[in-house]
């Protein structure tokens, strides 16, 4: 997520939309950025946004931040409004992720900079092997066990290695009229960061 924050555009006073904010992880590091001068964090879940408000409301040393009630597939906000998006760990319980690319692109102004957090599936064999096993066996078993639900944690395994990784998803960044699209694979590609800019006006 740090990571996440140090690729927004390298300019001062960004607005910035957090889709998927959760309980504002990913809203909580970009304010921390030293270059945000407002964030809104967007999610579907109320109750995890009143725990993310608690935690804005602990961090008074943070630019300002609203929180509030949002489908990242029809946006509640105006057009060209925001010099960033982000979404971590989001786009991919998204129903129709091309629906919402098209609108992180059209909240964002011409220059602004769209950044996805999401799972992906590393590509070097040895690490992919291993990585596989964890996902479908060693998680499930466990994260089951802990939280008496292991259907909810073979949904996740599923999700992430079916959902479109790597060339694929900036295919669909690209598709929604992203320029300049490029893929940052962290922890040895078991997670990837997708940045592509609006184009027009400076990055």
Not at 86 to 98: A, L
Not at 144 to 157: E, H, K, Q, T
Request: aromatic share 6%.
């Amino acid at each position: 997520r740090r990571r996440v924050a140090d690729l927004l555009p390298a300019r001062p006073n960004l607005h910035v939309l957090d889709l998927a904010t959760g309980t504002g992880d990913q809203l909580l590091a970009v304010l921390g950025s030293g270059r945000v001068q407002e964030g809104v964090g967007l999610d579907l879940a109320e109750r995890m946004l009143d725990v993310g408000r608690v935690k804005l409301a602990a961090r008074s040393d943070l630019p300002a931040a609203r929180l509030g009630v949002g489908d990242a597939m029809a946006i509640p906000e105006p057009d060209a409004a925001f010099d960033a998006v982000t979404i971590s760990f989001g786009i991919r319980n998204v129903p129709d992720v091309p629906r919402a690319l098209r609108e992180m692109h059209r909240v964002l102004k011409p220059g602004g900079r769209l950044l996805v957090l999401e799972s992906s599936v590393p590509t070097w064999a040895p690490v992919r092997a291993a990585y596989l096993f964890y996902i479908r066996h060693v998680m499930p078993t466990i994260a089951g066990w802990l939280s008496g639900d292991r259907a909810a944690y073979r949904y996740l395994n599923v999700t992430m290695e079916q959902f479109p990784h790597g060339p694929a998803f900036c295919r669909l960044m690209e598709d929604a009229g992203f320029a300049a699209v490029q893929a940052h694979p962290q922890c040895f590609g078991s997670v990837t960061i997708y940045q592509g800019d609006r184009p027009g006006g400076a990055a």
